[in-house]
């Protein structure tokens, strides 16, 4: 015996039914996706007022750090005049404990003086107002420059400077104030913890169109879990030495973006007791790219 076919009123009523529930689920669909649009448009309302706020206080602190540098700048040069005059005997004679403190108060006004340069750099840095001015130059006359900037440094000092002769690089097209100022922080920074042995500067070119210089010293050295956070902004090592002779933190920083704006990078290897090494490679010819926020 076979089942009786459906009556053509029950299938209508079933589609209707089918129907209105799909109906029901597409009213119910639009809503929950109005719903979720005026969310999505509410978010990036609110994502758009805090972008325009992080612009104005990234804008605030860069107006905030180059107006204090620039004022910084006039006393401090004033300062170093002053103590220039008087290691000079120009107004008449000194004791030897009254050039001891006049030295003194002359370094850490050269101290001040650097960390001032740094916060100005990280104003220019963070408005992007970095220009980068590359030019062709000899290798020759970087090292005579450098050599020439710290030759007063070291020439009562325990430490020796050496410029390694180098090899046959060809000359190079970058920024060579950006890269003077990168090995000048290496150069420093070795020569600070650094209290006897050698301090030494050399080019080589791992590639052919690449060129590294490395600063390498027989100083007190960086424990291996210190060297991922060396180039963070502000880092300093929590070390004896490091306490007493304190900065800004930025000059590691600052050194890695310069680099990355002339297309290169900076790194460190260090064995603690032993000494350091830092380095930074660029490549021989500087091409700007629009990512690098900087103008050439």
Request: glycine share 10%.
């Given at each position: 015996m076979t089942a009786p076919d459906p009556s053509p009123e029950n299938d209508l009523q079933t589609l209707r039914a089918r129907l209105a529930s799909s109906e029901a689920d597409a009213a119910s669909l639009r809503t929950e996706l109005e719903e979720t649009n005026q969310g999505v448009v509410a978010l990036y309302a609110e994502l758009d007022d805090r972008a325009t706020q992080l612009r104005e206080a990234i804008d605030l602190k860069g107006r905030f750090l180059s107006y204090m540098s620039h004022e910084f700048r006039?006393?401090?040069?004033?300062?170093?005049?002053?103590?220039?005059?008087?290691?000079?005997r120009l107004d008449g004679p000194l004791t030897t404990e009254q050039e001891t403190q006049i030295r003194l108060?002359?370094?850490?006004?050269?101290?001040?003086t650097e960390m001032v340069d740094d916060l100005l750099d990280l104003a220019k840095m963070d408005a992007g107002r970095?220009?980068?001015s590359p030019e062709w130059f000899e290798m020759v006359d970087l090292f005579s420059a450098?050599?020439?900037?710290?030759?007063?440094?070291?020439?009562?000092s325990s430490v020796s400077l050496v410029f390694a002769e180098p090899p046959a690089i060809p000359r190079i097209y970058t920024d060579d104030k950006k890269l003077s100022q990168i090995l000048r922080n290496f150069i420093s920074n070795a020569l600070k913890f650094t209290t006897e042995g050698q301090v030494s500067i050399s080019a080589t070119m791992p590639a052919a169109d690449l060129v590294e210089f490395a600063v390498t010293d027989t100083g007190i050295g960086i424990a291996a879990e210190h060297l991922p956070m060396l180039f963070n902004d502000f880092m300093q090592l929590d070390t004896r030495?490091?306490?007493r002779?304190?900065?800004t933190g930025l000059g590691l920083s600052l050194?890695?973006?310069?680099?990355?704006?002339?297309?290169?990078?900076v790194g460190a290897d260090s064995e603690l007791g032993k000494?350091?090494?830092?380095w930074v490679r660029l490549p021989v010819r500087y091409t700007p790219t629009p990512d690098r926020g900087a103008a050439p």
């Open positions: 006039t006393p401090l040069t004033s300062m170093q005049s002053l103590t220039g005059i008087l290691l000079a108060v002359r370094r850490s006004v050269s101290e001040l970095i220009t980068i450098l050599r020439g900037i710290f030759r007063p440094i070291v020439a009562n030495l490091q306490r002779l304190r900065g050194a890695r973006k310069f680099a990355q704006l002339l297309g290169g990078d000494g350091s090494r830092f």
